[in-house]
Nanobody, 124 residues
Framework: QVQLVESGGGLVQAGGSLRLSCAVS????????MGWFRQAPVKEREFVAA????????YYADSAKGRFTISRDNAKNTVYLQMNSLKPEDTAVYYC?????????????????WGQGTQVTVSS
């Protein structure tokens, strides 16, 4: 049984910041690469950021690069997404995901476990 629980979403004005958290239980956390994805209404789920099991390698979508930072604290079994300079187009439900392997990847199908999502709304 693997559980992922996201938190930290909310309403913020354009240009503001939020930090999302994802707490993981039921698996050896340091052995799992992690990812953040998002889905806006009537749109497909899209990749945002990923991080390797050790935290040494990260990947970002072009839309997130330079504004978002993914990190992890393996002692706390938690992964974070720091979002700065938020734009209205960042509005979406953000999902945390884990895979069985330590290598970070960017495709949805490569992830094995998913959280329930947390809403991020950026007003203009």
């Amino acid at each position: 049984q693997v559980q992922l629980v996201e938190s930290g979403g909310g309403l913020v004005q354009a240009g503001g910041s939020l930090r999302l958290s994802c707490a993981v239980s039921g698996r050896t956390f340091s052995s799992s690469a992690m990812g953040w994805f998002r889905q806006a209404p009537v749109k497909e789920r899209e990749f945002v950021a990923a991080i390797s099991g050790s935290g040494g390698i990260t990947y970002y979508a072009d839309s997130a690069k330079g504004r978002f930072t993914i990190s992890r604290d393996n002692a706390k079994n938690t992964v974070y997404l720091q979002m700065n300079s938020l734009k209205p187009e960042d509005t979406a439900v953000y999902y945390c995901a884990a895979r069985k392997y330590i290598v970070a990847v960017t495709t949805t199908s490569a992830y094995d476990f998913w959280g329930q999502g947390t809403q991020v709304t950026v007003s203009s």
